[in-house]
């Protein structure tokens, strides 16, 4: 019996040292999971291999080479990128509000009035906000935006209104004959916000063309056509807009003058997004 036992603990001690031939009998994702506990690091650094590293490369990429703390410098790079930042801003906030309204009509239809009324106040916030933030940055405002405003912010108001006197009642008769009534709102409220983005990213496409037009100034010239690629990264709809409002002829302008020669990469590439679209094309056959 001693010797069979013996025998028996050699065996294992045996099998302990050959670990690899003893997981070769095991199913592949056993001998994985032993892989990982054993040596992680090792797990890792194979991994690593596969992973990209983008993130890192657009981080050092927005880093500048120069070390030199010129404050002049540093004036001229924080005005470049602000009207792109504040458009950037803008298209999002009016995304937000988008998608609040959207939901609004859903939680309407299950007649959630408790949720109506919370993202109605949270949608007349936004709108303030995008308007305050607008104005602060934009210029030469035209009075029709500035209609549409105070239109706008008045119906969110009237539609506040509507959605807390709906969660003060719980008579079902005075709440259909309600639902109505926010149901029309809701529409209005939608119909000004999209007429006010529309007019907003109009006059911002025509003060960026008309920088693009006028100036002969190659940092402000290449400032414009950054924002104008930008604007038109955010979608069809506003490659319409640049096309309709001249961006195709203004840009073929550039590319016609030898001291642009330097932006006529950046030039063509944002003449090539806004004839991805019928209206661009359009243009381009014109011209």
Avoid at 55 to 61: A, G, R
Avoid at 97 to 104: K, N, V
Avoid at 149 to 154: A, G, N, P, R, S
Wanted: glycine share 2%; net charge negative.
């Amino acid at each position: 019996d001693s010797s069979l036992w013996r025998s028996a603990h050699k065996n294992r001690i045996n099998m302990a040292f050959k670990g690899e031939d003893h997981l070769d009998s095991l199913p592949l994702p056993v001998q994985r999971m032993h892989l990982i506990q054993v040596d992680s690091v090792q797990r890792w650094m194979e991994d690593l291999k596969l992973m990209t590293d983008c993130e890192c490369m657009c981080i050092l990429q927005s880093k500048p080479i120069s070390i030199e703390k010129d404050e002049q410098n540093e004036l001229i790079l924080s005005s470049q990128y602000s009207t792109c930042d504040n458009l950037q801003l803008l298209l999002k906030r009016a995304w937000i509000i988008s998608t609040e309204l959207t939901r609004i009509a859903q939680k309407l239809e299950k007649n959630r009035w408790q949720r109506v009324h919370s993202m109605t106040v949270r949608v007349n916030c936004h709108v303030r906000s995008m308007i305050n933030e607008y104005n602060m940055f934009t210029r030469n405002s035209s009075e029709e935006m500035h209609q549409f405003e105070k239109l706008l912010i008045d119906k969110c108001s009237e539609f506040t209104a509507f959605t807390e006197r709906c969660i003060q009642t719980e008579d079902e008769q005075i709440l259909k004959s309600m639902k109505s009534c926010i149901n029309e709102t809701l529409t209005t409220v939608a119909q000004y916000f999209g007429q006010l983005i529309e007019l907003v990213l109009t006059h911002e496409a025509q003060n960026l063309l008309r920088q693009i037009e006028l100036s002969d100034s190659v940092y402000i010239t290449e400032s414009a056509i950054s924002s104008l690629f930008s604007l038109t990264q955010e979608g069809a709809h506003l490659c319409r807009i640049i096309a309709k409002e001249g961006g195709v002829v203004a840009l073929f302008k550039i590319c016609r003058q030898d001291c642009f020669r330097c932006l006529y990469p950046q030039t063509l590439r944002t003449l090539a997004s806004i004839c991805c679209v019928e209206e661009g094309m359009h243009q381009l056959e014109k011209v």
